[in-house]
Structures are given as C-alpha cells and as structure tokens.
C-alpha cells in the first residue's frame, strides 16, 4: 500500500512513495502524530539524483523488516532538499555542529517538538568501516528514547539554544573595498592549484563564483595573475573528465585533483554558472575552447534538461542501468531503448567507454579515438572504463574526422539506458539557467537560446509568480508545487529576469525583478543591521530562521540577492535598493579576505559595486536598426563588471535609463554613466567599447 508521499510533486519523494516505510511529507500532522503516539521523528534528507541516497533508499528504505521497525518506533518524514532547502540547511547546520560534516543523505532524530538531537548521514545495512548498521542506529535511539527521555531532552534544547546563538547580524561595517578585494585575491592564489587548476584538492568543485570575481577583478584592475588562474581552471575542466566531451555539460565535481573521474549527477545550477562563466570568459579573452564549451553547454541545457512547460529540469542522475555487451544481447526485441539494459544501475554507467566498446562503434577509428579521448586498457574508471578527456595538448587531430566520431560516439551512447532525470522545476536554478542562456545567445548570435531564456521566464510568471509578486519554490508539470519561495529564489530569478531585460531590451523584466526585490526589502532583511535572512518573516517557523552568506554549489540567497539589488538600483536610481545591496556586502568584507572560495559571487557583486557598476542606454530609431543592434552587442560585451543594458528607442518608457536620451544628429547613440557622472553621448561602437573597460 503506498504511503502518504504518493500525491506530492517532488521526483525524490516519488521514489519513495512505494517504500514499506510510512513515509510522510514535512507536515505538522506529522509532529502531531508523533506526540499523539509518544514516539520520536525520523527525518531523512536527500534529493533526486543523489547516489548514496539511492544505496540507503535499497539497502534499509524497501527492506521489509527495517520499515517494520521503523513504522512501529518513529513517525518518519522523508524531505527533498531541493524543494525544502530552509528543512535542510537548519537540521544541516546542526549536523556539521554535532559531528564536524555533513553530507546526504542526511538522518537527524528529532522530538515530536522538531528538537534535533542525534545525527548522522549514509547508515549501512550492516556494520562497517567503524560505522554502525541503519538497525543499529535505530534500536539505540529508539531505547535512549524510552529509558533517558529526560537526557535526550535535555540534549535537544541545549543543541536548538546553541543554534539559536549563530544569528549573523553583519551589515553596519559598509561594503568591502579595494584592500578586502585584494586580500581575497591574495587567499585565492595560496590556495590555487597551478599544476591542475582550480582550488584545495580533492574532492574538486567547479570554482565557477570564484571565477566570476577573477575575471571582474581582471577587469577592473588588469591584474593577469587573477586572469590567468581563471583562464587555467576553465581549460583544465574543459579537457577533463568533469566536462561531458560528447554531448556538453558539467558533471557535479571531480573525485580527484586532476578533474579526472566525477560524481557523474550533472546539476542545473552547475551546468547554467558555467556556461555563463564560461561566456564570460570568452567575452575576456576571445577564447575558441571557452566559445565551444559555453555554447555546448547552453546546448545541452535545453536538450537534456529543458521540460515541455518551457522550464529546466534539476538534474540528471550520477547512475543509469547498465548497458548489455552487445554479444550478448538478443537479436530482436522489442523494448526500444531499454532493451540493451540489464537492470542493474551503476554510478557513471551512460558516460564511460572501454577500448572494445570503442572498437563495437568506430571499426577501425577506434584508436584514433582512444588516443584523443584517452581511454586505455586500465581505464581510468572502474572495471577497465575510462571517462572521456581531452589529455592530448601536443599533436595535430584531423577536426572532421574527430567531429564525425563524437557524432557517432554520441549516437551510440543515445541507445544506452539514460539516467533518470529530476523534471522538478527550482524556480532560483531557473533563474541562474536564463541569466546564461540570454548572455550567450546575445554573444553569439544564437537567437534560439534567447527564446529559451524567455520561455524559462514566461513559466515562472505563470506558474511560480502570484498576484503579489510572491514566488512558489518548485513547479512540475506545469503546476506549483506546496513551499515558497527562499531568499536564493528571488534573488537568482531577479538576476535572470535582469539579464534577460539588458539582452532583450524588454522592460517588463526589469518590473518583474522589481517586484521581487520589493519582497527581499520588506520580508527577507533585518530593518536595523541590513542582515538577510534564508526565509521570509512571514514563512513557516523552524527551530531556527535559516540565515546563510556564504556561496557553495550555487550563489547564497544572501549574496545572490545583493547582486540584483546592486543591478536594479542601477537600472533605476533606487537608492533604497542600493543601500541594502551595500549593506548586504558587509557580510562580505568580513568573509572575503578569510575564507574567499566560499564567498565568491558575493566578491564579484562587490567588484560591481567598486566599478559603480556602470549604466548604459543604447537609443536607436527602432529596435532592429541595425547601427543600434551593433551598439547594443558592444554594450552587451563590456567587461566592466555588472555592468547594466538599457535597449529602446528615445520615446520609450521601458527603461528609466533611456529618459531623456536622443537620438544624435539622427543616428543610434549609447551613453554611459557611473557614479553620478556621465560620458559624452557616441554613436561610436569602438569608443563605446573603450567606455566599457575597465580603467
């Protein structure tokens, strides 16, 4: 019989929905059912394409006699980190307290009060590695819970009062500036890794936050040292492992330094900050590998993720069935694509290759393709497997030949069983993906990526958006999912509803992201100190208001937020907006110079901020002039950072930048302001350029 989780719309809870365990939602019904019955809470964490969430959804989760103890001994809750990241970052933060790490899935044993007050992570079946068994794990808590009721308690409040003890209240220290921004730089580069690129060893996370302020801090300074490890770091992860060769796209990070074998789950929010930095990049250097791999990258975005709604799915799973030995497999059938499968779901099983899978496919090409994609007979995986990289950085490759055997290769691996795909629609991650899909379909006249960008928009006003400028966290199928909306969620979708708003020269995107700031304004920030909070003052109570600045896999609410803040103050003169973005960044001249890899889009935001950021109207007789498409397309690829894009004609009221600016003697004109100050009116595109770097 399935249990309470089966009319929910999160994919992972889906997954579970048929668990003998009696699973339910986050819910107060749930506590109350706990307290009615006397018997503590089991809440489990995960997400969608999370391995080792799967391994402990088999081992205990479908396991009869497991789910039989824990239906009769806990009330247990099954939470999708994704759709309840304010549920994860308190019990998280608790973890890390308790127990120094933390990770998912994660197992907190609460009172029917959502007091925490045992934790753990991944509990296996049976004991190993000095772990206990999950049953274990389970009988103990279950006897603490009858026979010290008054410890357990006790262990409990002291745990919620020392979390309550965290509360940041930065803010009244002003925003950092030239000598905070270059001790980051300075703690960047002792932790940069010059023989492989990135930072800290392994594992290895994609630094792509980090390499937005380097490329700012370029910009701004010309300092190339800063350059220069961006630069490295983006070729590294773009011939590595890490880096989907045939079909684009970043897998989550890299088990080992060298960005050689990643956990395979490849994530939205990754997948649009890289691509977008990746753009960036180009935009900088003119980089033909930073060109390929940012339109790659936009191009598997909207092949593998984007769902018939017009939005981006989350993710795509680390394991996939795994494929038969073509030897082996029937002669006929008639199972379409899952037919070369044998039931069995393996980590990396759709993305790996063998020298005699190789040789199935390409014939005779097989070697050349082995030599260039570097798999051998040891592998460089698991079983004699070896994920595709680019080692080879001597040597001259016919580029037809190679093009048409990644067409084939890619062709090939099409047949194998895919990965499962989280469809979930996260309304901040959305965001991230239109901001990137709009910049690098304007860099490189792909119309079509535009078009998806606005499609991504167009759904997240219809489906995520109410009357009240108020955002749903999640969406699937078209319809919006129970939570609300976090701090990241409208700071990230007014991120991409501004950069969609400077390439499309639509001013309704600049209200839209106008109406959800309001909301950071009024309901996300501390009125006295300028601190941010995760939820809003009106959202569901916690043992603890959720409160995070630093930016791990994608930018923190906190940060995000000032970023956009800073842009529609820009836009707009708001001087209420830009207060609160600068008092946002005194989180970040605190955190900036001691731990800069974990505040990195709070750094580049800052770098905006020194640099203005600049305010530039583009006028033009009507919007498909083409001398005011050029001007545009020059603003557009300014690299002075944050930059902001007014595009219109004189008459128009979309953009309060394009006020009182005329056409001059006739032709399509740009100006360019900051600080109060204004340059000379150009109908220049070279002098425009010039205005937009950095001095």
């Not at 944050?642 to 953009?655: I, L, M, N, Q, R």
Request: charged share 25%; hydrophobic share 40%; proline share 6%.
């Amino acid at each position: 019989m399935p249990n309470r989780l089966a009319h929910e719309t999160s994919p992972y809870l889906l997954q579970h929905a048929d668990n003998p365990v009696d699973w339910w939602p986050w819910a107060a019904e749930a506590f109350e059912e706990a307290r009615r019955r006397g018997v503590p809470v089991l809440l489990s964490v995960g997400y969608s394409s999370c391995h080792w969430c799967h391994v402990m959804a088999h081992e205990s989760f479908e396991d009869r006699a497991t789910a039989d103890y824990l239906n009769a001994h806990f009330v247990s809750v099954k939470v999708d980190r994704e759709e309840r990241p304010d549920v994860d970052a308190v019990y998280m933060e608790a973890v890390q307290a308790a127990t120094g790490h933390g990770g998912w899935p994660m197992t907190v044993f609460l009172t029917p009060d959502a007091e925490p007050f045992y934790f753990g992570t991944y509990f296996p079946p049976e004991p190993r590695h000095g772990m206990p068994s999950f049953r274990q794990v389970l009988e103990g808590v279950a006897q603490a819970w009858e026979e010290r009721r008054g410890e357990v308690d006790e262990v409990a409040g002291k745990i919620v009062r020392d979390l309550a003890g965290r509360e940041l209240t930065y803010g009244g220290d002003g925003a950092p500036g030239e000598q905070e921004l270059a001790q980051a730089l300075l703690g960047l580069t002792r932790e940069y890794d010059a023989q492989r690129g990135g930072f800290g060893g392994a594992p290895k996370f994609p630094p792509s936050m980090v390499i937005e302020f380097l490329l700012r801090h370029h910009a701004r300074t010309g300092a190339e040292g800063a350059l220069q490890m961006a630069r490295d770091t983006c070729e590294r992860m773009a011939r590595g492992g890490i880096y989907d060769q045939l079909g684009g796209g970043f897998a989550r990070y890299s088990v080992d330094r060298d960005w050689v074998v990643p956990h395979f789950e490849k994530m939205l929010y990754d997948n649009a900050l890289l691509c977008r930095v990746y753009a960036h990049l180009w935009r900088t250097t003119g980089s033909g590998l930073a060109r390929r791999v940012a339109l790659e990258t936009a191009d598997f975005l909207v092949r593998e993720l984007r769902t018939p709604e017009g939005g981006f799915a989350s993710a795509l799973d680390a394991d996939s069935e795994e494929e038969v030995p073509r030897e082996a497999r029937p002669q006929k059938g008639g199972g379409g694509r899952r037919e070369g499968g044998t039931g069995r779901h393996v980590e990396g099983a759709y993305y790996v290759w063998t020298p005699q899978q190789l040789r199935d496919v390409l014939g005779d090409d097989a070697d050349l393709a082995a030599q260039y994609f570097g798999v051998t007979d040891e592998g460089t995986f698991e079983h004699g497997s070896s994920v595709l990289q680019l080692p080879q950085t001597e040597g001259v490759f016919d580029a037809d030949k190679v093009d048409g055997i990644r067409q084939r290769l890619l062709a090939a691996r099409a047949e194998r069983p895919a990965p499962g795909r989280d469809d979930k629609v996260v309304a901040a991650w959305n965001g991230l993906a239109i901001a990137a899909l709009a910049e690098t379909g304007a860099y490189f006249d792909r119309p079509d990526l535009v078009e998806a960008a606005l499609a991504a928009a167009d759904l997240l006003v219809r489906v995520h958006l109410d009357e009240h400028g108020r955002l749903t966290r999640t969406s699937k199928d078209g319809r919006a999912g129970a939570n609300s909306g976090v701090l990241e969620d409208y700071g990230d979708v007014a991120e991409g509803f501004l950069a969609l708003a400077s390439v499309t020269g639509e001013g309704v995107w600049l209200d839209f992201a106008g109406l959800l700031l309001d909301h950071v304004l009024t309901r996300f920030t501390e009125p006295e100190s300028g601190a941010l909070y995760d939820t809003a003052a009106d959202a569901e109570r916690l043992i603890r208001r959720p409160q995070d600045p630093t930016d791990n896999a994608a930018p923190s609410g906190w940060t995000a937020a000032a970023g956009a803040l800073l842009s529609y103050a820009a836009h707009t003169g708001s001087e209420p907006h830009r207060t609160a973005a600068e008092r946002a960044l005194g989180v970040v001249k605190a955190l900036g110079p001691r731990v800069p890899r974990f505040v990195g889009w709070g750094l580049a935001v800052a770098e905006a901020r020194l640099d203005g950021p600049r305010e530039v109207a583009v006028v033009g007789a009507d919007l498909a002039d083409p001398a005011a498409r050029t001007l545009h397309r020059t603003a557009l690829l300014g690299t002075a950072p944050g930059a902001v894009v007014a595009y219109g004609t004189p008459d128009s009221d979309e953009f309060p930048l394009l006020a009182d600016r005329p056409l001059s003697g006739g032709a399509a004109t740009a100006y360019v302001c900051r600080n109060f100050t204004c340059d000379a009116p150009t109908t220049d595109p070279e002098r425009l350029r010039h205005a937009l770097t950095a001095d």
